[in-house]
């Protein structure tokens, strides 16, 4: 079976995880977070990041930032995974779901200001597929109406906006370290705080509401509790791996780019003749070859494709399931209709992408799709 992810591991992880046991300190916010933290300033210019243990948690420290609480609510695109959603949910917002656009399954930029009401908090972008929302649309729309944004780029990493990086045009951003990801460590994330109203409360936030990090910068001479909080820092063995990982995130890039422009070539005469829409990227976007999708014309088609793919061991996969339809929303969210999240859950296929697939493999499966459709002809 050639599966549908594989994580990759760039040679230095053991080594790293090594020295942090050797230098006797593994717990967080040790040498290795602050090389990663490091990185990410230079690489990207993201004036303040935190690691944190999942891109669920780094949203969860947003929604914490930004006070809310009942009766606030949150536009996020209902196309997405539920930790976009529970992070708000669970300090006592109402989630107030948005469509994807026709073009691509990142949220329709146009029709966010009819969901925005007195009680509108914050916009929760979600660059599908590591590809930009429409960053400029938003930004605008959340100053007129004095909203916040954080954008969940969960599957971002190396990718931009224009000139800038995804994740330094939000109040908030959040990422994802997920062994699903591009840039992994089992599982992991990240918060950027551009905001710097955010800066030093984020900190205690992560700390377990305490000035703990503080105090071992020498600021204060002892540290207590200070605010809510969690324990949102991952221990210095999961950022030993991921700076192992980011040493090679060129060498990663490349390999999953080759992959990915291999399915776009390859597919593109599907395309042309009508059976298939591959990704669209806007002119604004970059790709970070984070996933490869076709869409196909309706479930049924889509359905078929899978389950030949299956028949031939390749192990292609569908994505989200919509969260204005799911058994703890629906009821909330009521009968407002969201055509395009609906089509992208029903039409959507994810193809294998990971930096040890071979380009023969990924010949083959381009050739499994067209003989699917052969036979419809
Ligand atoms: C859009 C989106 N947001 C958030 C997450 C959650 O990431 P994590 O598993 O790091 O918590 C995912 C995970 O795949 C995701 O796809």
């Known amino acids: 079976m050639i599966p549908f992810n594989k994580p990759y591991f760039s040679g230095n992880e053991i080594n790293y995880i090594r020295q942090a046991i050797d230098s006797g300190c593994i ?13 990410f300033k230079e690489r990207y210019g993201f004036k303040n990041c935190l690691l944190a243990t999942s891109c669920t948690d780094a949203l969860e420290m947003a929604s914490i930032l930004l006070d809310v609480k009942n009766g606030d609510e949150v ?32 949220i329709d930029a146009d029709k966010i200001e009819e969901l925005i009401t007195p009680r509108t908090k914050a916009i929760v972008p979600v660059h599908y597929a590591g590809i930009a929302s429409d960053m400029d649309k938003i930004m605008a729309i959340a100053g007129k109406y004095n909203l916040f944004v954080v954008e969940d780029a969960a599957q971002s990493i190396e990718s931009y906006h224009k000139n800038r990086p995804i ?29 710097e109203r955010f800066k030093k409360r984020a900190e205690i936030i992560w700390e377990k509401g305490t000035s703990r990090a503080e105090f071992f ?46 399915y776009d070539d390859g597919l593109k ?14 002119e604004y976007a970059t790709n970070n070859s984070h996933l490869f999708y076709i869409l196909c014309e309706n479930q049924k088609i889509r359905d078929g494709l899978l389950s030949f793919l299956k028949s031939k061991q390749i192990r292609a ?54 003989k699917y459709f052969e036979c419809r002809l």
């Open 75 to 106: 536009i996020i695109p209902s196309y997405t995974f539920v930790s976009t959603a529970n992070p708000f949910v669970l300090r006592g917002a109402k989630i107030v779901f948005a469509d994807s656009n026709p073009l691509n399954p990142n």
């Open 269 to 282: 005469k599907l395309e042309v003749k009508g059976f298939v829409k591959l990704p669209y990227i806007p």
């Open 217 to 262: 910068r020498g600021e204060v001479d002892k540290y207590g509790w200070k605010d809510i909080g969690s324990s949102f820092l991952p221990s210095d063995l999961i950022a030993a791996f991921l700076f192992a990982q980011l040493e090679n995130i060129e060498d990663i890039q490349a390999k999953r780019k080759q992959i990915w422009q291999l």
């Open 27 to 39: 717990s967080g916010n040790g040498e290795f977070t602050k090389k990663c933290h490091y990185f």
């Open 167 to 195: 994740g330094s045009i939000g109040h908030l951003a959040a990422f994802s370290f997920h062994e699903t990801k591009n840039i992994v460590c089992g599982e992991g994330g990240m918060l950027v705080i551009n905001d």
């Open 317 to 370: 996969v569908f994505h989200y399931l919509p969260l204005h339809k799911s058994d703890f929303y629906s009821e909330t969210h009521g009968d407002r209709q969201l055509p395009w999240c609906d089509s992208y859950s029903e039409c959507l296929i994810r193809l294998p992408i990971y930096c040890e697939l071979s380009g023969e493999k990924v010949k083959e499966i381009i050739s499994c799709i067209y």
